[in-house]
């Protein structure tokens, strides 16, 4: 157990729809990543948070978007879904802001989402 | 800007044979590299980190990777495989002024009994 939690573990949705993804980090850690994995493009970062601030940002569409909360708990919002959505969703966190590459990242159990 | 290669998309070996997937790197500064574990339906779990400290990277579960500059490498290895290693590998580099990771197309593990 890595100590992040994702909510929920699978969602299955149609084509238009509107979902939110949700990730609580590490007890102390202030970095939240989110990354997608799907078949044909792999692992791709999407985007991170840093204490609530938008760190990074990767290949993540303009129908999708992201926020850090003050309790530093991070939900990713996925709209006007479309079936190459399909995939599992993962949240990281890390202790510090990763400047580098330096911070080690520990992996929620990820979120399956099927758009049907 | 940087990049992983994993060669070999899947490996099989015996039990009790040795495990070795291949990694390399592309960056223009030092680079943190990863490996983790995923196991079916499951997340990713750090085997091991490089941070320029060793050359030699000792990680959980007897694995182990080595970094060589010069080949632009970082191999993981396992003398002896054991059925519970049976997973996909993901190499991944650190890169630049964030926490973002890249990650290569990962190996898949078979272990035959």
């Known amino acids: 157990d890595s100590g992040v939690t994702q909510t929920p573990k699978h969602l299955i949705t149609a084509t238009g729809q509107r979902v939110t993804l949700r990730c609580s980090p590490r007890?102390?850690?202030?970095?939240v990543y989110w990354y997608q994995q799907s078949l044909d493009q792999g692992l791709q970062f999407l985007i991170q948070?840093?204490?609530?601030?938008?760190?990074a940002k990767g290949n993540i569409l303009e129908r999708f978007s992201a926020q850090q909360f003050p309790d530093l708990h991070s939900e990713l919002n996925l709209s006007s879904l479309e079936l190459g959505d399909s995939a599992l969703y993962f949240c990281?966190?890390?202790?510090?802001?990763?400047?580098?590459?330096?911070?080690?990242?520990?992996f929620g159990p990820g979120t399956r989402l099927t758009v049907l | 800007a940087q990049s992983v290669t994993q060669l070999g998309s899947h490996v099989s070996v015996s039990e009790g044979a040795l495990v070795l997937l291949r990694c390399n790197y592309s960056?223009?500064?030092?680079?943190?590299l990863f490996w983790y574990v995923q196991y079916p339906n499951q997340g990713l779990q750090l085997l091991l980190k490089y941070t320029s400290a060793a050359t030699l990277v000792k990680g959980i579960n007897g694995f182990e990777a080595e970094f060589k500059k010069s080949e632009t490498s970082f191999h993981l290895t396992k003398p002896s495989a054991h059925m519970s290693d049976a997973a996909e590998y993901f190499c991944?580099?650190?890169?630049?002024?964030?926490?973002?990771?890249?990650f290569g197309q990962g190996t898949t593990l078979q272990v035959k009994p």
């Open positions: 990281a966190s890390s202790v510090a802001s990763g400047r580098g590459g330096t911070d080690t990242q520990y």
């Open positions: 948070y840093y204490n609530g601030e938008e760190r």
């Open positions: 960056s223009s500064v030092p680079p943190y």
């Open positions: 991944a580099v650190g890169s630049g002024n964030t926490g973002k990771l890249i």
């Open positions: 007890s102390g850690d202030l970095s």
